[in-house]
């Protein structure tokens, strides 16, 4: 997250220079806290999409069933004078009555085809019960599966009955006969939708209910007794899928005002307009509206499907009207089901909500089922009326004098509510009522512009913004517009589909049928679009070709691959990164596209990706290539030679700064460990093979007799907390987590038969079970196993391999993939264990059941006596051989088995049968079937055919979807740390303001001058140990390193705050350690002697550690080239070193120097060189080789100048300006230390001096720029250890000699420590470590005796 500087307004107004200079950290960047440090690498979570229509639907039969008698009244009902006659708009008394009923029938046929003209309609005008069942029947036949509509008015005949009867008439028409409405349900069958317009209808609806539950329960009863007389008879129809829409309460009579229709209820619900424009004209209201009288209503010019004509325009916004306030008022579900599944019932149900508003003003009320809440008071009504009232206030004019008709302002009104919605609100809070009408708007060439770039707002908030606009049926209109070649709603509509896809990639399938694929490709190869709508667009194509046939062949006929090549060196990161992943995902499982890309040459064009400053890119193209070696086809030679160059290619990145493009890199290789299976199993066997008969000189071999403590020195093991992203092997209960951290557990390579070396912290019981291998659970290969191989295969002769030639690409990648097993970070080890582990077992499952059958003694070869020398842990059986249940049941119990240390030159094990090494983990699991192995229970392992195949095909790291979510997360809004009132911002906020504080108050003590440091302010006993201890810059944290853990102590309080495993393995230590970003979001970098760095979060707090990266800083740095004695170390500093830690054997492990305001991270130890990161791109920028034949033991380096101290083993210090080409970067070589240099240091002012000491004791102080000392004093003689204060001019020395003492800068003696205060005032252990805390006058000191002081300046200083 590199700040920029305008970006974070600094608060530096009003404030003093001195704080002023310390708004610098406003400027500082900030490693490692980018998203891929600080979330997990996968997709997000997919919704659950239901905007999708599972079953659409058509009304495709319409049975309208009239009684109207006209003429007769019926008996049941006194009708006032005068009356509402009208039906279907036609008064039945002007004509006679047979041509009335038929003239009705075919208006109200009409009225219903204005919503759906291609359903055959059938009237029955005044029919009888036989009549209705020969229609209904008729009609659910030819309709099968689809809705069929029942309108039915009674007007001419009594009201429903209470027993669920409508009626009908006689063949005579003397009698009024009843129709149960049990039979109508089962002639009409399911799905259906009925109409019922008549006087008490409500007593339908439930009658209706009635029946159909006890058609359900007839339905299960006849299920659960066959031999019922119900199960004898045809099945009753369920009645489950059937909507009623009724005209009025059971109690009810309809309206009989004279001035309204008679059926005033299907008139709201065929000609909505029409009735509504009537309603308002009644209403006292439209007195305000001159000249509008009824008779100028029906000359309102235009048509009803014209949006350009009053009329047009009225419906239209009526439409989007009801739409809404269904939408806001309805249950989602419910609201899909009415309104978007079938086109004639959601008009039905938006005009029904007209008839419920106007027929409540008649005091009655329309009943539906399902029930809808009522909807009559919405305040949208008041948005229809205004908009009516605009039409008709300017209909005289245009009737008399043929003005122009003004349009409505009611979607550019309702858009500019829409944008007020976006602009102002909060982030919780209802969604916009104005949805559904942003909808409308897409239909009008007006306002469609900034109705998407709305909607594009809208969209940007975050998933659920998608979800809802889907829902509101959003994605036919954005379908539909993709075929619009209008340039301006490029972005925005590129931006949409970016949003929808990020969301529910199942859309693929619907643009590729619709050729939208073709406008994104148009965009992406468009070079006069900006980089970002080209982003997107790829994103598209790459979500299209996604795991989907047809999109790929769709898009490598639009040439796809050649667009996509030529972007590749586009300096927008985010679309290389995007067309690596679309060139990845199109020829993925695809070889015609494959083809293609070799024909343009696509691997090579992408190999300039693998060296991209952005890591994700790196990661996109690891992806691409691996893809490109991974298709299933059958293989040639030209494709074979194509898949080792791409290998080789991708081997480079073994040592990438960035986790991520690791775990990329092992996915990569396993699709080829897959392809070249054979291949790999023969080279598996060799290694393994090799492996046995090797035996690698472990850094414990040459360890002198006698330099071991005894055992009751040993500290009290605490309780170590465990770490998230690192299996905590102190903690690990299960095999499978043993697994995992088996970074720990190494094979004999410490310990004598009953001595712990005191930094030893893993000697409590839980982590030691190599015992009885749990391998067997789990892994073929164990950690060990690998790592020996791994160091094995670095410096043996390895020509004794057979059938594949030794440097051969299998046995590199093979190398390689050993290497990434051993990698610091735990989720690129544990992959690269995957592959490795299924090619072991395959290989060893087909080379050895054959020969396990000859050796018939393999029972009895395990386990080795345990008092046999140099057994292995891993042996079958291990020492004392396991009862058979617990091999796959190891706990917490599991007893540690003393490591035995082996005589150096000790010859190879040979196994006592058959010449087979007993490694239990090499008995493929198919043994059972011969004979029991070793320690084999029945229930381990599984059937031969059942093993877990640890590798397959689609291994996969989630890097893709985890970069879609960046589509589906807002884009437009700024981000938090940018965001003056957001809680990241005030914490920082505070944090700097702490860091001011701190910075006045230590210089107000240093400027007045430190004249004695020995006032104890902390003691603690570490847990290990201490190697390494560092001060938190601002706050009052210190963390203490011991051989592989670290713990964090408050030193103002005096507890302990943490203690955590830093899961380095068993022979190598902790070196070094820093604080990255320590005046914002500290992290702690971790280096340890095999050149590893791991960086930690979360520390020193309540929450869990967690590993944020880890990579290998220095890759030569095998800690095995330390164990002969090291040539660079004077015999002084050798004994001072293995004094302090006998591992060390001279070698100066790993040192670093950090520069919080450059990002750079310089690295060296024990190499000949001197490695620069940059962490911001996550990769290795420099090597400046130190030019001298020992190791580098202390870096120091100064950005403002560019240069780089460093001090060496062999008494040098020499100075490199980092701007300089490698051959001319060292500028002066001082060599006036006659041994090894603990400590140079550079100061940072502009003309600094560069200050060093040896273990001899000399201090001298160089001018960069002259080639002698300008300064020189003696010390204290046997230093181990030193630090200068930077601000106090203050250095302190710790010696073998066990005692401490502080110098001021002219050289005299300040302090002597000797003795700890308090108990018994004991003297101080052999100093093995000190620092200054950056400001305060504090001096941290760790001495072999697990203590851990601090020592400060008087307290009225203080």
């Known amino acids: 997250m590199k700040m920029d500087a305008d970006l974070i307004h600094s608060p530096a107004a009003g404030f003093t220079e001195e704080e002023e200079a310390d708004m610098n950290d406003w400027k500082l960047p900030l490693a490692f806290m980018k998203k891929r440090h600080s979330e997990k690498i996968e997709g997000s979570k997919a919704l659950a999409q239901s905007w999708r229509m599972k079953d659409r639907m058509k009304t495709v039969s319409v049975a309208l069933v009239l009684c109207l008698n006209v003429g007769v009244d019926p008996p049941d009902v006194v009708k006032t004078s005068p009356c509402a006659r009208l039906e279907c708009w036609i008064d039945p008394l002007s004509m006679s009555p047979q041509k009335a009923l038929e003239t009705i029938g075919a208006n109200l046929q009409k009225q219903y085809e204005n919503w759906q003209p291609r359903a055959r309609y059938k009237q029955s005008l005044d029919p009888t019960v036989d009549e209705v069942k020969k229609l209904c029947t008729s009609l659910r036949r030819n309709a099968k599966e689809e809705r069929v509509l029942f309108h039915y008015n009674g007007h001419g005949v009594p009201r429903p009955t209470v027993n669920g009867e409508i009626w ?295 998933p659920w913004a998608v979800s809802l606009a889907l829902s509101v049926g959003i994605f036919p209109y954005v379908l539909k517009l993709l075929q619009s070649s209008a340039r301006e709603l490029r972005p925005l509509l590129v931006f949409i589909w970016a949003k929808i896809l990020a969301v529910d990639s199942s859309c693929q399938a619907d643009l590729v049928k619709d050729n939208g694929h073709k406008y994104f490709l148009s965009v992406l190869a468009d070079s006069y679009m900006p980089a970002e709508h080209r982003t997107m667009a790829v994103f598209i194509l790459a979500v299209i070709v996604n795991s989907y046939n047809t999109g790929q062949e769709a898009c490598l006929q639009g040439n796809l691959i050649a667009i996509c090549l030529e972007q590749l060196s586009d300096p927008h990161p985010l679309l290389r990164q995007w067309v690596a992943i679309c060139l990845g995902r199109i020829w993925q499982n695809f070889d015609p596209a494959r083809w293609c890309g070799v024909r343009d040459s696509a ?483 971790t280096a340890t002697d095999d050149g590893a760095l791991r960086i930690w979060k979360n520390f020193a707090d309540q929450k869990n550690p967690e590993m944020v990266t880890a990579w290998q800083g220095l890759s030569d740095m095998l800690p095995t080239t330390r164990s002969q004695p090291s040539i660079c170390a004077h015999s002084l500093a050798r004994r001072v070193s293995i004094y302090l830690d006998r591992s060390k054997q001279g070698g100066a492990g790993m040192v670093v120097d950090w520069e919080q305001e450059t990002g750079l991270l310089m690295t060296s130890g024990d190499v000949r060189v001197i490695r620069i990161w940059d962490t911001d791109r996550e990769m290795k920028v420099q090597d400046i080789p130190t030019g001298a034949d020992s190791c580098v033991t202390s870096l120091s380096c100064d950005s403002q100048r560019s240069l780089i101290v460093a001090g060496l083993g062999d008494g040098s210090v020499r100075v490199f300006d980092r701007r300089m080409g490698p051959n001319e970067c060292r500028v002066m070589t001082y060599r006036e230390h006659g041994a090894w240099v603990v400590k140079a240091h550079l100061q940072k002012e502009t003309d600094g001096h560069i200050i060093s000491v040896s273990v001899n004791g000399d201090v001298r102080f160089f001018e960069p720029r002259s080639p002698d000392s300008i300064n020189v004093l003696q010390t204290v003689k046997g230093l181990t250890a030193l630090d200068i204060h930077p601000q106090a001019n203050l250095f302190a020395c710790g010696s073998m000699n066990q005692f401490i003492a502080v110098y001021n800068s002219n050289g005299d003696v300040i302090s002597n420590i000797k003795y700890y205060d308090g108990f018994m005032g004991q003297r101080i252990g052999a100093i093995s470590c000190l620092a200054f805390h950056p400001h305060w006058p504090h001096l941290a000191v760790g001495s072999n005796d697990y203590y851990m002081s601090i020592y400060s300046a008087e307290k009225r200083l203080r």
């Not at 003397?174 to 109409?195: E, K, N, R």
Request: proline share 8%; hydrophobic share 35%; net charge neutral.
């Open 603 to 1085: 691997h090579e064009k992408l190999y300039t990706l693998l060296s991209d400053p952005i890591p994700e890119v790196r990661c996109a193209a690891v992806f691409a290539l691996g893809t490109f070696v991974g298709n299933s086809a059958e293989r040639t030679d030209h494709s074979t030679t194509i898949d080792h160059n791409v290998a080789m290619m991708l081997a480079q990145l073994i040592n990438d700064g960035s986790p991520v493009v690791r775990k990329e890199l092992v996915v990569a290789l396993s699709h080829l460990v897959v392809q070249y299976e054979s291949n790999f199993c023969t080279v598996a066997l060799q290694f393994i093979e090799e492996e046995k008969n090797y035996s690698v000189p472990s850094p414990a071999n040459t360890t002198e007799s006698g330099n071991l403590t005894p055992v009751r020195d040993s500290p009290a093991i605490p309780r170590l907390r465990s770490v998230n992203s690192y299996t905590n092997i102190r903690a690990a209960t299960t095999v499978r987590n043993l697994n995992k951290s088996l970074q720990n557990l190494n094979l004999n390579e410490e310990g004598g038969p009953v001595a712990f070396s005191p930094g030893n912290l893993s000697t409590s019981s839980s982590a030691s079970s190599t015992l009885g291998s749990p391998d067997n659970d789990e892994y073929i290969l164990s950690f060990e196993t690998i790592d020996k191989m791994r160091r094995v295969s670095s410096y043996s002769s390895l020509n004794s391999l057979i059938g594949v030639s030794f440097n051969s690409v299998y046995t590199q990648i093979w190398r390689v993939l050993l290497h990434l097993a051993a990698d610091p970070f735990p989720e690129v080890s544990d992959l690269a264990m995957k592959v490795l582990n299924s090619i072991a077992y395959k290989a060893t499952m087909n080379a050895r059941p054959q020969r396990i059958l000859d050796s018939g003694s393999l029972t009895q070869s395990a386990p080795a006596s345990p008092t046999s020398k140099g057994t292995h842990i891993h042996q079958a059986g291990g020492s004392p051989p396991m009862p058979s249940t617990s091999s796959s049941s190891l706990t917490n119990e599991v007893p540690k088995p003393p490591t035995r240390e082996p005589p150096a030159a000790r010859p190879p094990y040979t196994p006592t049968s058959g010449g087979q090494a007993p490694h239990s983990h090499q008995f493929p699991r198919t043994r059972k079937m011969f004979d029991k192995g070793p320690e084999q229970g029945a229930e381990d392992g599984d059937e031969p055919g059942g093993h877990r195949n640890y590798i397959c095909p689609a291994l996969q790291t989630g890097l893709c979807d985890w970069s879609a979510k960046y589509f589906a997360q807002p884009v437009m809004k700024i981000p938090e740390e940018h965001d003056v009132e957001s809680q990241v911002r005030m914490d920082r906020q505070w944090r700097f303001l702490r860091n001011t504080r701190v910075r006045k108050q230590s210089r107000g003590i240093t400027q007045k001058g430190v004249s004695r440091l020995d006032d104890q302010i902390f003691i603690n006993r570490n847990p290990g140990v201490p190697s390494v201890v560092k001060f938190h810059p601002f706050n009052t944290c210190i963390a203490v390193a011991d051989k592989d853990s670290i713990c964090f102590w408050d030193w103002e309080k005096g507890e302990r705050l943490d203690y955590f495993y830093n899961g380095n393995p068993r022979y190598t230590r902790i070196t070094a350690m820093e604080y990255l970003n320590g005046h914002d979001c500290s992290l702690l970098l």
């Open 168 to 462: 009908v008439f006689n063949k005579n028409y003397t009698q009024y006969i009843p129709l149960s409405i049990y039979d109508l349900q089962t002639w009409m069958g399911s799905p259906s939708i009925f109409v019922y317009d008549c006087s008490n209808a409500g007593i339908i609806v439930k009658s209706f209910k009635q029946f159909a539950l006890q058609r359900e329960q007839e339905l299960e009863v006849a299920a659960i007794n066959p031999g019922h007389p119900l199960a004898q008879m045809p099945l009753p129809p369920s009645m489950k899928n059937c909507i009623q829409l009724a005209a009025c309460e059971a109690s009810e009579l309809l309206p009989m005002n004279p001035d309204l229709p008679a059926d005033l209820f299907t008139s709201c619900l065929t000609t909505p307009i029409k009735i509504a424009l009537r309603w308002f004209c009644m209403q006292k209201s439209a007195k305000l509206v001159p000249g509008v009288t009824l008779d100028l209503i029906e000359k309102i010019p235009g048509r009803l499907n014209d949006r350009r004509t009053p009329l047009g325009e009225l419906n239209w916004i009526f439409t989007a009207i009801t739409d809404t306030i269904a939408w806001n008022v309805l249950p989602r579900d419910l609201f899909q089901k009415l309104f978007r599944q079938d086109l004639l019932v959601a008009s039905l149900f938006r005009n029904f909500l007209l008839a419920e508003r106007i027929m409540r003003s008649y005091n009655c009320t329309p009943v539906s089922s399902p029930r809808l809440p009522p909807t009559y008071m919405h305040a949208m009504w008041q948005a229809w009326d205004l908009a009516v009232d605009i039409c008709l206030s300017q209909l005289p004019t245009i009737i008399e004098e043929g003005t122009t008709f003004r349009h409505s302002p009611f979607f550019a009104e309702q858009l500019t509510a829409f944008e007020v919605w976006l602009t102002m609100g909060v982030e919780n809070r209802n969604p916009p009522e104005q949805l559904p009408i942003v909808l409308q708007v897409l239909l009008s060439q007006v306002h469609r512009l900034r109705a998407l770039a709305l909607l594009g707002r809208f969209l940007d908030l975050g």
